[in-house]
């Protein structure tokens, strides 16, 4: 059991071994077309990101998805070809692991974007999640989950929509994100190269930016956490700093970029703690999360995020 999903392990008759995800959160047809997606980006990816991510089976050409469907019952299956693994990165990095790592989402960022041009279209946008979320605040079990706290999640939504349309956030490069870069879900050459990727449960296609929260918790001074929270800390720490001045080396940053960082850490904590967080933590940790983010999460974006910290350091003017 995993997040959302259930993994299974299947050995065939003819020995050969294929991994099966069984889900029931969300939509069939998200589902479907994220694994449409990550499919033909697994696919057309070039080198050296061309054996990454796992690829998906297929069936006269398309990636196979099976829904059960009855009375009790939604779920939907998909298959993977196993994705072989290698190192992970240690809990806490040095600064030369810091640098490493960034030069190597930049390029992979930049190889993800070359090929967005030939994707599947995707129907997630940031607007609809938030739409979603102010549709459930409409609803009685909405305002009974969140009681006190929702005219104050209205009008958090309603700073990120106005935010971003300030921002024209939807000029930005648009390409697949996997937003969930915590050091399990991927493995590493010693050097840091990147060798594969797997757990695709908060995919999307989006900007870049909506992975830097979790990378900037990889690189983090405690480093990586079994018991954790989701500060917004990390994204103002040096060694965030060292991330980004690497990262922008290579794939360089824009000023509107730099200031969307603090809006996806807001649409990080509204969309995966608030909305979704029952369905993705434990409930005892959801709780935990939620009651965080009332207490500290979302009055540390104004309190504690400095985009002229970032700006300055990568001379963005």
């Known amino acids: 059991m995993v997040s959302t999903n259930h993994v299974f392990r299947i050995w065939l008759d003819t020995e050969e071994m294929v991994i099966a995800k ?4 969300g939509k069939f047809e998200h589902f479907k077309e994220d694994h449409r997606i990550i499919h033909a980006l697994a696919t057309n990816l070039l080198y050296p ?8 089976l297929v069936k ?25 693994t290698k190192e992970r990165l240690p809990k806490r990095l040095n600064e030369e692991q810091i640098r490493s ?38 609803t009685e079990t909405g305002e009974f989950e969140h009681r006190m706290h929702v005219d104050f999640l209205r009008e958090q939504c309603g700073l990120f929509l106005k935010n971003i349309q300030k921002l024209d956030v939807i000029s930005f490069d648009l390409l697949p994100v996997f937003v969930d870069w915590n050091i399990g879900n991927f493995s590493v050459e010693e050097d840091c190269t990147l060798f ?24 983090s001074d405690v480093g990586d956490r079994t018991v954790f929270s989701y500060y917004i800390g990390p994204l103002m720490e ?10 922008h080396k290579i794939y360089p940053l824009t000023r509107n970029e730099v200031l969307f960082i603090k809006e996806a850490y807001r649409f990080f904590i509204l969309n995966y ?7 993705f933590f434990h409930r005892t940790y959801a709780i935990k999360l939620q009651r965080e983010a009332y207490k500290i999460y979302f009055p540390s974006i104004e309190k504690e995020f400095d985009a002229e910290k970032i700006l300055n350091h990568l001379k963005i003017r």
């Open 49 to 56: 990101f061309e054996n990454v991510l796992a690829k998906s």
């Open 238 to 247: 040096d060694r965030f700093m060292i991330f980004l001045e690497e990262y």
């Open 60 to 84: 006269n050409n398309q990636v196979y998805t099976y829904r059960f469907k009855d009375a009790m019952v939604d779920a939907w299956l998909v298959f993977y070809n196993p994705v072989r």
């Open 22 to 25: 069984l889900s029931y959160f």
């Open 101 to 138: 790592l960034a030069r190597e989402i930049a390029k992979f960022h930049k190889s993800c974007f070359r090929v967005s041009k030939v994707l599947p279209k995707a129907s997630k946008k940031l607007r609809t999640d938030i739409q979603h979320l102010l549709d459930i605040l409409a």
């Open 196 to 219: 594969s990727r797997w757990d695709y449960d908060w995919f999307r296609v989006s900007s870049r930016i909506m992975d830097f929260y979790f990378l900037s918790r990889v690189v």
């Open 273 to 279: 703690v608030i909305k979704d967080g029952r369905y």
